[in-house]
């Protein structure tokens, strides 16, 4: 684990055969499998035809153990997905609309069974043992019509069962001005109306207030 991630999570890390769902940020996903990559898991992507590679590796994913299939269809994504569980690590995935629940909770108990940790980016349609979202985002580096995507905070909230079933926030450089990923608040208890200056989040992983064009691959600003 990314160890500014390290204090959100109960386990300190990913937990062999769980589901930790991430909501909207492909950044946030990015981060919270680039440890277990960089330590030499072997890391899959399926169904993410628009995932950054370039933000891929400045996250700290090794290109050499990643696997992309990044349009599997809708009725070929289950089979796809279940013979990654069976013989990789982490498998990061963005479900076809309206997945069948029955699906959802035969994968979910594939990665408990084969001891890998399914990784769902937006809708999923069971209950995970841990869910991320980034629920406020701040960027910097924007003037009045200059300026570059340097740096963002974003306040992440985490819930699910047994330890973590009362929800925490934490506030995140994602990424920091130097490109890192930083833990501002180790101990933070954000309330529910958010850090003071951070703007409800946007679009994934646009500015606040920004859609993100079609096409545009997400989380490149990183």
């Not at 991430?22 to 890391?43: C, D, I, N, P, Q």
């Not at 130097?178 to 529910?192: C, F, N, S, W, Y």
């Amino acid at each position: 684990m990314v160890p500014a991630l390290q204090p959100l999570l109960p386990s300190g890390g990913l937990r062999r055969g769980t589901t930790v769902a991430v909501t909207s940020s492909a950044a946030l996903a990015l981060a919270l499998v680039a440890g277990a990559s960089a330590a030499g898991s072997w890391v899959a992507a399926v169904g993410l035809p628009d995932l950054g590679i370039v933000a891929a590796v400045e996250t700290g994913i090794a290109l050499e153990r990643l696997a992309l299939v990044p349009s599997p269809g809708a009725r070929a994504w289950p089979a796809v997905v279940a013979a990654f569980l069976d013989a990789v690590d982490v498998v990061l995935v963005r479900s076809p609309p309206r997945l069948p629940a029955a699906q959802a909770r035969r994968l979910a108990a594939r990665a408990r069974e084969r001891g890998a940790v399914l990784v769902p980016l937006g809708a999923w349609s069971q209950p995970a043992d841990l869910r991320l979202a980034v629920t406020a985002s701040a960027w910097q580096g924007l003037g009045q019509g200059h300026g570059h995507l340097l740096a963002r905070q974003v306040e992440v909230a985490i819930a699910g069962r047994g330890a973590a079933t009362r929800e925490r926030r934490f506030l995140l450089w994602l990424p920091s001005p130097d490109g890192t990923i930083t833990l501002m608040e180790p101990d933070a208890r954000v309330g529910p109306g958010g850090p003071a200056g951070l703007a409800l989040a946007g679009d994934g992983d646009a500015p606040a207030g920004a859609a993100r064009p079609a096409g545009a691959p997400l989380a490149d600003a990183g």
